[in-house]
């Protein structure tokens, strides 16, 4: 197929998620061998820390303007297999208009923020997915599962609402033995609604822990944030470090955002990367949790500083390892790009071969 990807970035994981899911997803099926083509607003903080300037498994081009993008694109768009716009696209609604009117091929939104863009429709003050142009995508591909499903196609309109989640590139993401340097570590960017649970769940915990070594790496933490003595901070690191960054830990914790916890299903990709890494996860709880990692077998749960201390000081090392090698189990033989990719393609192709059927009985799709 030829595809076409409009994203927030493919060329810098500064500060997004993005960036990993979509490096993943395209890197496969490009192996796959489908003619790939990603399309990504100019933005300042994007271009100053370009982490993958040139891909090599797709092409990419930097447009400035909703004008260029039309001007340079439209050809691309109008006549690609597939289409495909993410969330947090900048003009993403005047995008989405645009180009479910032109392309001839199956379109799709791929929403890797589902919550927030819920919340942001219901307050209407979503500026890049509007509730209008939900429907006229053939596919809405949802980083969240469960029940959210089913309430975008009701209470929105969407034609095929279907889980997308995000996975993880075993080839970069495996065991290493390096010696540990912390005992718990996090990463991820700062948000508000995170923040009382990485006080709760590892800062205090350090300062309960003074003679072991924490480690928190992620940017855009604000400068007046206390942090306890035993804790390291790192600024942005980019993927490229983080296996190391994991492997380096006794236990990793993961952290979702609220507009997560609430929704469910909503695994996070650095969930994955950890997982695969064969590192004991140390995860607050949330809805569909199960579903993905079985709890006290593949992953352990915490909802309190007291649980992550009776964690921390009661697991024996083997058993802490069976549980990360039993989650990285789960990961190769569930949440893998492969996976993902095959997924998509079997999406894509239940619509293609709709269409075609609806086109041969004269019905208009």
Known sequence: MRIVVLGLSLTSSWGNGHATTYRGLLRT??????????????????????????????????????????????????????VMLGSFVPEGIAIARWITRIADGVTAFYDIDTPVTLSNLARGDCDYISADVIPVFDLYLSF????????????????????????????????????????????????????PALRRLLMDVAETMPGEHFVVAGPQYPEQISWPANVQRTQHLEPALHRSFYNSQRFTLNITRAAMVTAGWSPSVRLFEAAACAVPIISDEWPGLPDFFAPGREIFTASSGDDVLAILRSTPAETAAAVGHRARERVLADHTAAHRAAELEQMIACVAAGDVARKLEGVPS
């Open 29 to 82: 099926l490009a192996r796959s061998g489908h003619d790939i083509l990603f399309l990504e607003r100019d933005q300042p903080w994007y271009a100053d820390n370009r982490d993958m300037p040139q891909p090599d498994f797709c092409e990419t081009s930097i447009y400035h303007s909703l004008a260029e993008l039309k001007g340079n694109f439209a050809r691309e768009i109008a006549h690609a297999d597939f």
């Open 144 to 195: 969240t599962g469960g029940p959210t499903l089913r309430r975008i196609e009701r209470q929105y309109g969407a034609q095929r609402a279907r889980a997308l989640y995000c996975s993880v590139d075993p080839d970069a993401y495996f065991p290493e033995p390096p010696a540990k340097k912390w005992l718990l570590g996090y990463l991820g960017t700062y948000s508000d609604d995170r923040q």
